[in-house]
Nanobody, 120 residues
Framework: QVQLVESGGGLVQVGGSLRLSCVAS????????MGWFRQAPGKEREFVAS????????YYADSVKGRFTTSRGNGKNTVLLQMNSLKPEDTALYYC?????????????WGQGTLVTVSE
């Protein structure tokens, strides 16, 4: 099993920045892909970004390209999501997720989420 714990959420004004962190523990050697998802009130959960540890390849949703960056953190088994130029529509509960390989169709492990609120 892999446990994921997110942090860094909060309240920020439009145009501001936040950095989310996700720390993985447990059988982390078994996972190669870390992802970020979000769910806004009344909406379905959506993909935000992902990074593959072995290759460094990243993917982003069109809605966040150029504004969000995911990367490895300095701490072991840590992934970051740097969010800049935040918009009200970025308000959501942000989840960290992990899967074994890039070819898996779904992420296996999920954190509890951290809330991001962007105010006008």
């Amino acid at each position: 099993q892999v446990q994921l714990v997110e942090s860094g959420g909060g309240l920020v004004q439009v145009g501001g920045s936040l950095r989310l962190s996700c720390v993985a523990s447990g059988r982390t050697f078994s996972t190669d892909v870390m992802g970020w998802f979000r769910q806004a009130p009344g909406k379905e959960r959506e993909f935000v970004a992902s990074i593959t540890w072995s290759t460094g390849i990243t993917y982003y949703a069109d809605s966040v390209k150029g504004r969000f960056t995911t990367s490895r953190g300095n701490g072991k088994n840590t992934v970051l999501l740097q969010m800049n130029s935040l918009k009200p529509e970025d308000t959501a509960l942000y989840y960290c997720a992990a899967k074994i390989t890039p070819t898996e169709s779904q992420f296996r492990y999920w954190g509890q989420g951290t809330l991001v609120t962007v105010s006008e």
